[in-house]
T-cell receptor, first 115, second 113 residues
Framework: GAGVSQSPRYKVAKRGQDVALRCDPI?????LFWYQQALGQGPEFLTY????????KSGLPSDRFFAERPEGSVSTLKIQRTQQEDSAVYLC?????????????FGNGTRLTVT | GDSVTQMEGPVTLSEEAFLTINCTYT??????LFWYVQYPGEGLQLLLK???ADDKGSNKGFEATYRKETTSFHLEKGSVQVSDSAVYFC????????????WGLGTSLAVNP
């Protein structure tokens, strides 16, 4: 597609449920990032993939968060046993190249609300 | 650790007014600096960037100069338009890990006709 696509756009989950958020990066983009943006805050880094390899997962807030990109294109962010503090917009971004400062292209995000 | 501080919003201006959104940073190395913009209902977009001291990034009439001596990267535009209404984020990527952006809280701008 023309840009980074994320689905669903909105997700409401009851506390304790598992959720899966999908990111379709721009075709051919090597790098993929997940960020978490709480209301009124800037994005916070979660994890980074270069092709299928997860090179940095230092921002994942707990072991309930898991991300994968098995074929080096589509990525899924999974949150197990959701908690209210997980409510946020989850942003996916991709870039064409792996080197520094290759421009990031962001999706519109998935807004997760945990009730 | 590294951090970014932006002026708080919301900022409300009349069309054709001059805009400044302040951004200062703290970093141990030599970061790259960015301004991103988020228009209503859309994803974040890179507005401009600067990768070393004294560089000036510019795009769509916006400018920002990388000032190492004041650790600042203030965003300016000489004459704003209604279509510039958006949330603006200042961000840095540190020299040791350029793939991980550190963001300010964002500044909301509303331009009235």
């Amino acid at each position: 597609g023309a840009g980074v696509s994320q689905s669903p756009r909105y997700k409401v989950a009851k506390r304790g449920q598992d959720v899966a958020l999908r990111c379709d990066p721009i075709s051919g983009h090597v790098s993929l990032f997940w960020y978490q943006q709480a209301l009124g805050q800037g994005p916070e880094f979660l994890t980074y993939f270069q092709n299928e390899a997860q090179l940095d997962k230092s921002g994942l807030p707990s072991d309930r968060f898991f991300a994968e990109r098995p074929e080096g294109s589509v990525s899924t962010l999974k949150i197990q046993r959701t908690q209210q503090e997980d409510s946020a917009v989850y942003l996916c971004a991709s870039s064409l190249e792996a080197q520094n400062n290759s421009p990031l292209h962001f999706g519109n995000g998935t807004r997760l609300t945990v009730t | 650790g590294d951090s970014v501080t932006q002026m708080e919003g919301p900022v409300t201006l009349s069309e054709e007014a001059f805009l400044t959104i302040n951004c200062t940073y703290t970093a141990t190395g030599y970061p790259s600096l960015f301004w991103y913009v988020q228009y209503p209902g859309e994803g974040l977009q890179l507005l401009l960037k600067a990768t070393k001291a004294d560089d000036k990034g510019s795009n769509k009439g916006f400018e920002a100069t990388y000032r190492k001596e004041t650790t600042s990267f203030h965003l300016e535009k000489g004459s704003v338009q209604v279509s510039d209404s958006a949330v603006y984020f200042c961000a840095l990527s540190d020299a040791g890990n350029n793939r991980k952006l550190i963001w300010g809280l964002g500044t909301s701008l509303a331009v009235n006709p």
